[in-house]
């Protein structure tokens, strides 16, 4: 092989200084940036988001999201093909010892005022999406966010001119400043004692001298949790600019938050655009929740075939002398609780970040499957204890013919099927409908919302009384009839 030559050599290095310094103007910082913050990998998705509705502003300053260690190597990943600069940060770690564990690293929102590289960082909480352009909170001052529960000042937007000075001061100070909140946020509040007082901050009439605190208007830093309550925002809503998914365990992520809480729509109408920077993560998908989603909504077909349920049921009556008198009481709490179950475990197995209606049809789709089962096995229990039960009488008052009659109906939908059916049947629909009722009549206020539910689940709730106690008492007659016809014809329940 052939050494290359000097000329060779010299042209090459032109090039890669040529190519470094092309690519070095294209990713040369801006002065200004926008800050998020990410812990782990659960807010990922809020700041694909957040970053998506900034771009969408047209914005050119950097966007920059601080990474703790609890971030995984796919989710830096990710958002860097989403054009984040990915910034790895490490804990900063709480001053107070005595705290508990999960206090840990609240102060670390602290070290934006430790990015000197840039002159100034607008910060949004990753619960944040930017519905119209904030590019005027770059020419607010020194330090500026907002003023909300009473006299507080939230850390979820603020505007900060990096500088060490100030940092070194905030770290010199940690020890001895209270926070009312054990975290950042608490301490800000000390920091800035006299926050509360600040100007507004007005981007068209600039204060000289700058002031060293400036308050925003509500319209940056909109509360959700102020919509739920008057259920409209109490702001121009034509100039809001921010939202903030501020409620609690309520995360605009959560498939469930926008059949709850309206503005999430806001939100979701956002992630449906998100490019699909890494395979498979078009529309803030996740690769991996899209298989569980698959195997999900198939898994209980496969689960009902192969358990192939065969409504056997024939009502019976005059013959309820027979039942137990605790076999209602007995019924119902076996349904209600199978109900509860099934729901739970629907809801804890169903990925916490798919699309709301992804979540919504597997959701029926599960707690409808494990209630059948569920409920389905006590029947069974029950069809066997009727058989049961007719050994010990004898079983003289089911002539013979009826039973061969029994044995020689196979598939034949009968009277008892259609009876068992609609009871099923009844119960599912009432359920389907308790759920979408307020999406139907477009309800949209929380409380309302929550009222038109209960009201659904205590129609519910009494038709699931009355229709198991029936199904139950023909699936007990119906196991006192099939006792003597031939074994293998007579389970009615296959799982
Ligand atoms: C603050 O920034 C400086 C310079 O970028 C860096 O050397 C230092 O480690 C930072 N301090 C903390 C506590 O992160």
């Known amino acids: 092989m052939r050494s290359p030559t000097p000329a060779r050599l010299a042209l090459a290095l032109v090039a890669a200084l040529a190519a470094a310094a092309l690519l070095g103007g294209a990713a040369a910082a801006t002065e200004e940036a926008y800050v998020t913050l990410l812990y782990g990998d659960e807010f990922v998705l809020g700041v694909r988001v957040l970053g998506k509705s900034i771009r969408d502003t047209g914005t050119r300053r950097d966007l920059v999201v601080l990474v703790s260690d609890g971030v995984s190597d ?37 070290k934006i005022f430790n990015m000197t590289s840039y002159r100034k960082v607008v910060f949004l909480d990753a619960d944040t999406v930017v519905v119209k352009s904030i590019e005027d909170l770059f020419k607010c001052g020194k330090f500026c966010g907002n003023l909300k529960h009473s006299e507080r000042m939230n850390s979820g ?31 800000l509040n000390s920091y800035y004692a006299d ?90 998908r996740s690769p991996h929740d899209q298989l569980v989603v698959k195997v999900l909504f198939i898994l209980p077909v496969l689960l009902l075939s192969f358990g192939y349920y065969q409504s056997c049921f024939q009502f019976s009556n005059g013959m309820h002398s027979k039942l137990p008198s605790y076999f209602g009481a007995l019924t119902v709490l076996a349904c209600f609780m199978s109900a509860g179950v099934s729901f739970a475990f629907a809801f804890a197995i169903i990925p916490k970040q798919i699309m709301p209606w992804t979540g919504l049809l597997l959701m029926f789709e599960w707690t409808f499957v494990s209630f059948f089962l569920l409920f389905g096995s006590y029947l069974r229990f029950v069809y066997r204890w009727g058989s049961l039960d007719a050994n010990h009488v004898g079983h003289s008052r089911f002539d013979s013919s009826e039973n061969h009659m029994v044995t020689g109906r196979h598939h034949n939908m009968s009277d008892c099927d259609i009876d068992a059916t609609f009871y099923w049947t009844g119960m599912a629909i009432i359920a389907i409908v308790t759920v979408l009722l307020p999406t139907l009549l477009g309800v949209t206020a929380l409380f309302a919302k929550l009222g038109l539910m209960v009201a659904g689940g205590v129609v519910l709730a009494s038709f699931m009384t009355y229709a ?28």
């Open 157 to 187: 937007v603020m505007v900060v001119e990096p500088s060490e000075t100030v940092f070194k001061d905030m770290m010199r100070q940690i020890d001895t400043l209270p926070s009312y909140t054990g975290g950042d946020q608490g301490f």
């Open 195 to 284: 926050f509360a007082n600040s100007h507004v901050y007005e981007p068209d009439k600039p204060y000289t001298p700058e002031p060293e605190t400036q308050r925003l208007s509500t319209l940056y830093n909109a509360d959700v949790g102020l919509y739920m309550l008057a259920n409209k925002w109490m702001v121009d809503e034509k100039e809001l600019r921010v939202i903030h998914y501020t409620l609690g365990p309520l995360k605009p992520w959560d498939w469930w938050t926008a059949w709850l809480v309206k503005p999430v729509g806001v939100w979701q109408d956002v992630r449906q655009t998100l490019e699909e920077s890494l395979p498979g993560t078009g529309g803030g």
């Open 74 to 110: 796919y989710s830096r990943k990710l958002l860097q093909a989403d054009g984040w600069i990915v910034s790895h940060i490490t804990l900063l770690a709480n001053p107070n010892q005595v705290r508990p564990k999960r206090f840990w690293g609240v102060y670390t929102k602290l």
């Open 468 to 495: 198991s106690e029936h199904i139950a008492i023909s699936a007990f007659y119906k196991g006192q009839r099939d006792r003597n016809v031939s074994r293998s014809r007579s389970i009615c329940f296959l799982f």
